[in-house]
């Protein structure tokens, strides 16, 4: 089951953030800070699947940005792995192939909740 979804920048600036469980704000801005520090310290070379507490994070990088998920230790993280990739495609064919930070940090939020 996927507990969060981040999209996160190499300053480590949470651009989009997804709960599918409640977590409590201030939990969820120092979660977030320990996610994006693990992500972003690692190097290209290494696994993109992290085992972190009582969860795992699966992650890729597109440029500049991050896109994280949260998953229970019962996903399996390929498909997960996959699912990312795909959401940024979709976003790519949805955007016109307009999709950059800035681009998604004013349009992707407001196209998700609106």
């Given at each position: 089951?996927?507990?969060?979804?981040?999209?996160?920048?190499k300053?480590?600036?949470?651009?989009l953030?997804?709960?599918?469980?409640?977590?409590?704000?201030?939990?969820?801005?120092?979660?977030?800070?320990?996610?994006?520090?693990?992500?972003?310290?690692?190097?290209?070379?290494?696994?993109?699947?992290?085992?972190?507490?009582?969860?795992?994070?699966?992650?890729?990088?597109?440029?500049a940005?991050?896109?994280?998920?949260?998953?229970?230790?019962?996903?399996n993280?390929?498909?997960?792995?996959?699912?990312?990739?795909?959401?940024?495609?979709?976003?790519?064919?949805?955007?016109?192939?307009?999709v950059?930070?800035?681009?998604?940090?004013?349009?992707?939020?407001?196209?998700?909740?609106?």
């Amino acid at each position: 089951m996927i507990k969060f979804f981040l999209m996160v920048n190499k300053q480590g600036q949470t651009r989009l953030s997804r709960y599918y469980e409640h977590v409590e704000i201030h939990k969820r801005t120092m979660l977030e800070a320990e996610v994006i520090k693990h992500c972003l310290s690692r190097s290209k070379d290494q696994c993109s699947f992290i085992e972190y507490k009582d969860f795992k994070l699966v992650y890729r990088q597109y440029a500049a940005l991050f896109v994280v998920v949260g998953i229970n230790e019962t996903e399996n993280e390929m498909a997960v792995y996959e699912l990312i990739h795909n959401f940024v495609e979709v976003l790519d064919k949805y955007f016109s192939r307009v999709v950059s930070e800035t681009f998604l940090l004013l349009n992707v939020g407001q196209e998700l909740h609106g």
